[in-house]
């Protein structure tokens, strides 16, 4: 990893140093560096290349996943199994590690790209001066001191002083949030503190050149360049999913249980004098019988199931954990530009002369849209001539092209232009028709020093001037102005957060003269137009329905500070707050102040990429999960860092969408909301399945104990407890991964951050379960064994069926943990159905096999045995309705009203 060298770095920001003073710190002059000079700076300082994160190797990833308690007590347990000869029992302990170790192997294996995905974005040929003479090199051969030479549709290949411009303007969206191409001078010295944003003398690596041309001093390459540093952060390792601490927490906790358990109970059988062989034998079959198994293969499925149905609602997963994680998400951290709003200036406020105000329908480049007084009401007739003739105006003074091809809008030029060409389209004038009845006789183009475009147009023997600019410039080019009204309008569309522009027209009688400023006088003001990068139609909704299901939401963004309050107060008025919280305000915050004011602001504005990974961390702090949704460059190393990172698909960078768990396939902040349902949805089904395997193993566990507590032989052997918790309840537990979601889903409050999934309720609901059915069990057992005297095996065969019925039946109780079993619909999961028939049969057919029938140490039963074990196990449904009743669906009650505000009985 290459990095810039101390003796070329000055002593104050490049921003801050005069163009002399930028040559002298980089030894250079405006012929550009030799050859030679190149050659050896580059050979001495290294390539302009950005650093590259690689990626785990399979080994490592394997051992990942043997680091886990529960594997090892698995092993512990395969390991004695080996040593005293029980073999059987230990090839099948070690073939459920395979298993769960090529699952988790597989749910491991993720492409990080978003290094490569940046120089992806850098890899262009920029065209450099050396020994005066302008010359094509790649990229990487970029070397500080190299003078760059900038156009129009230009990626900008490194950081750089500018040293000379010309009407430049840059699109840095993708790195600083700023909706609209910031106007770019070469001449001032800024202040050591100006932010990125707004630091008009640089170029930045990976901007893009809308307009104009510069050359400029190459001040910063690979790593350290903006979107170097950017790619550095990204290398750190993002927050770590809710589902992966849960689970790690929940393995942690069975591991210590078993091993207490099984060191318990083996003191007591030693001072008793069992054997040791039999005392380990015991261990086994209780590490066998306490850890669910199944339960890895069955999250994995429960995810792909989620994801696949994201999918279907525009969100693509790229972690499996992401599934999980959206769901939990207590706050979602939004980025403005491109995410909340189109990403494309829009005139959406027209106001006339006499003080008319109409607002425009249609976002972006939609090329149709309706005109709406202010009041409500339709278009005045007389206005619409009006609103039409400043529309042709802005038309005609305009560098832009708009064009819709195979039902696709395409646009090229200045975001301005285009604004105004989708508003003339939008009132039924194409630029082409209007140059067919307008011949353009001369222009003026748009630059920022002067502030205006204007244009020179001829109909028939008449000709007339269109202006557009700023508007205290082009209000100065008109007669009869009432300014007094006009300065009222402008001050109230400026403070809302819009760019203003100023459009006027007037006759001339220099038909063929080439149009010069001081022919800009005595037009007629036809008005202002209001353009702001527009609220999506679906935002709006999409944040009210993240906050009714308790779901935080804060802006952040790169843009100005009335634009984000702009939009915050269109998306909900009662969330806006008056002030936004700004990068140089977090810039001299600190400590428990700084993390008093992030924890309270609900919009930030002119925050630079380092902030946003800041405040998503402080954010963190405070103890909410953090879902952030972006798009650009800048947002990546937040997407990173975040506990959920959204990126958007279609408008978004390469960048973002490798530094993301989640993509969002139509950049709706709507779909993200769908996310979250399709998230919790997922977890509801982990902890229904969880709910199924734990309250197998605490019924499994307490069998053993009362066993032992009555000087009886262990009920199941290690290998049928595998037989089981793999083969028939796995496949319930894996049918349950298919079940929809619950109706009052999107009602409840967001869980706690620190829950575990082994929370109280689902400690009860397994006690409850677990103690009803190892009653039944051991006593059906006792009753077997001691009473009708059947040996030890027979016992065993008639237990093992009775517990698969118990599963088969206790998974319609998991279904739901607070509706009845009787009200959920079976035609909502036909695969459970098939699931619980497939492993009852399933278990039947091995009592008959000849082979596995010997390994399970099972056989056959007579039919009215059966039906009587089978009705037996079918009275757990009953013991789940009763804890449901009493205990479940009054919790949930009193939740719901905690997030709605209503007495938990209303």
Not at 46 to 69: D, F
Not at 235 to 249: N, S
Request: proline fraction near 5%; charge should be negative.
């Amino acid at each position: 990893m290459v990095k810039q060298p101390a003796p070329l770095t000055p002593r104050k920001p490049w921003h801050s140093l005069t163009i002399s003073d930028a040559f002298a710190a980089v030894d250079a002059t405006v012929e550009g560096l030799s050859e030679a000079e190149a050659g050896q700076r580059l050979e001495k300082y290294g390539p302009n290349r950005l650093p590259e994160a690689g990626r785990p190797s399979r080994l490592l990833i394997i051992l990942r996943q043997l680091n886990n308690p529960l594997t090892f007590i698995l092993f512990a347990a395969a390991a004695i199994a080996l040593f005293l000869g029980e073999n059987t029992d230990s090839i099948f302990i070690f073939i459920v590690v395979a298993i769960n170790v090529v699952i988790g192997a597989f749910q491991e294996w993720r492409a990080e790209e978003s290094a490569a995905s940046l120089k992806k974005t850098l890899r262009i040929k920029p065209t450099v001066i050396r020994s005066g003479a302008r010359r094509i090199v790649d990229i990487e051969d970029l070397v500080l001191g190299d003078i760059v030479h900038l156009e129009s549709g230009s990626v900008v290949p490194a950081d750089l002083r500018l040293a000379s411009a010309q009407d430049l303007r840059i699109d840095e969206s993708l790195l600083t949030g700023e909706s609209k191409p910031v106007a770019k001078e070469s001449d001032p010295a800024l202040e050591e503190e100006t932010p990125l944003g707004d630091r008009r003398n640089m170029a930045l690596a990976g901007s893009m050149v809308v307009a104009g041309r510069a050359t400029g001093i190459v001040c910063a390459t690979g790593e350290a360049t903006a979107i170097g540093t950017i790619a550095t952060m990204l290398g750190a390792r993002g927050a770590r999913p809710p589902l992966l601490i849960r689970m790690e927490t929940f393995s942690a906790r069975i591991g210590a249980f078993i091993v207490f358990l099984a060191t318990l109970l083996g003191v007591a059988f030693y001072l008793e004098g069992a054997p040791l062989g039999d005392i380990f034998l015991l261990s086994v079959a209780l590490a066998v019988s306490a850890i669910p198994e199944g339960l890895p293969a069955a999250i994995t499925v429960t995810l792909a199931v989620a994801s696949s149905r994201m999918g279907k609602r525009n969100v693509i997963v790229r972690r499996l954990p992401a599934v999980e994680a959206l769901g939990s998400c207590t706050l979602i951290a939004t980025d403005k530009t491109g995410t909340l709003t189109v990403n494309r200036l829009t005139a959406k406020k027209l106001i006339l002369p006499d003080g008319a105000e109409y607002d425009v329908s249609g976002e972006g480049l939609e090329l149709s849209g309706e005109l709406r007084a202010e009041s409500g009401g339709a278009c005045d007739p007389g206005h619409l001539e009006k609103i039409k003739r400043l529309a042709r105006a802005a038309a005609l003074t305009n560098e832009a092209d708009v064009a819709e091809i195979e039902g696709v809008v395409e646009a090229r030029g200045d975001s301005v232009d285009i604004a105004f060409l989708v508003l003339a389209e939008k009132l039924g004038a194409r630029k082409k028709d209007l140059h067919a009845a307008y011949r353009q006789q001369s222009s003026l183009p748009y630059e920022p020093k002067q502030g205006y475009s204007a244009s020179l147009d001829i109909e028939t023997e008449n000709g007339f001037i269109s202006a557009k600019g700023a508007p205290e410039i082009v209000l100065d080019m008109c007669a009869g102005v009432d300014r007094e009204s006009a300065e009222k309008n402008l001050h109230r569309l400026a403070s809302a957060g819009y760019r203003v522009i100023a459009v006027a027209q007037g006759a001339t009688p220099q038909g063929k003269t080439p149009l010069e400023q001081h022919h800009l006088n005595n037009l007629e003001f036809l008005g202002f137009a209001g353009l702001i990068d527009p609220l999506r139609k679906e935002a709006a909704q999409a944040v009210a329905s993240a906050r009714a299901a308790g779901v935080d939401v804060r802006m952040i963004t790169g843009d100005h500070p009335e634009t984000a309050l702009a939009i915050a107060r269109q998306l909900d008025p009662s969330w806006a707050p008056n002030t936004a919280l700004t990068g140089a305000e977090l810039a001299k915050l600190k400590g428990e102040e700084l993390r008093r004011r992030v924890n309270e602001a609900a919009v930030f504005a002119r925050v630079e990429p380092a902030q946003k990974t800041l405040i998503v961390k402080e954010l963190q702090e405070e103890g909410h999960f953090v879902a952030v949704t972006g798009d650009g460059v800048n947002d990546a190393p937040a997407l990173k860092a975040a506990h959920v990172g959204v990126a958007m698909g279609a408008g978004g960078t390469d960048v973002a969408r490798a530094a993301s768990d989640l993509i969002i396939t139509d950049d709706n902040f709507a779909s993200i909301v769908a996310g979250i349902e399709e998230g919790r949805a997922a977890y509801d089904n982990i902890r229904k399945i969880v709910w199924l395997l734990l309250a197998t193993a605490v019924t499994e566990v307490m069998i053993f104990v009362l066993a032992l507590a009555f000087g009886m032989p262990i009920p199941l052997t290690a290998v049928q407890i595998l037989w089981m918790n793999l083969v028939t309840e796995g496949i319930q537990d894996v049918a349950l991964a298919f079940e929809k979601k619950e109706p009052d889903l999107m009602h409840r409050p967001p869980r706690k951050p620190r829950e575990p999934i082994f929370n109280r309720q689902m400690i009860e609901q397994c006690l409850v379960i677990g103690a009803y059915v190892s009653v039944l069990s051991f006593g059906l057992y006792y009753y077997l064994h001691e009473i009708r005297g059947l040996d030890v095996a027979a016992a065993r065969n008639t237990v093992l069926l009775f517990l698969v019925s118990f599963h088969n039946f206790h998974a319609f109780n998991c279904r739901s943990e607070t509706r009845s079993a009787f009200v959920v619909p079976f035609r909502a999961n036909p695969i459970l159905i098939a699931g619980v028939a497939g492993a009852q049969l399933t278990h039947i057919l091995a009592m008959h096999l000849p082979g596995l029938s010997g390994v399970l140490e099972i056989s056959p039963v007579p039919l009215y045995e059966w039906g009587i074990v089978f009705g037996l196990g079918a009275t757990v449904v009953f013991a789940g309705e009763l804890y449901k009743l009493l205990i479940a669906r009054p919790r949930a009650r009193v939740l719901r009203a905690k997030l709605e505000g209503t007495p938990a009985y209303a």
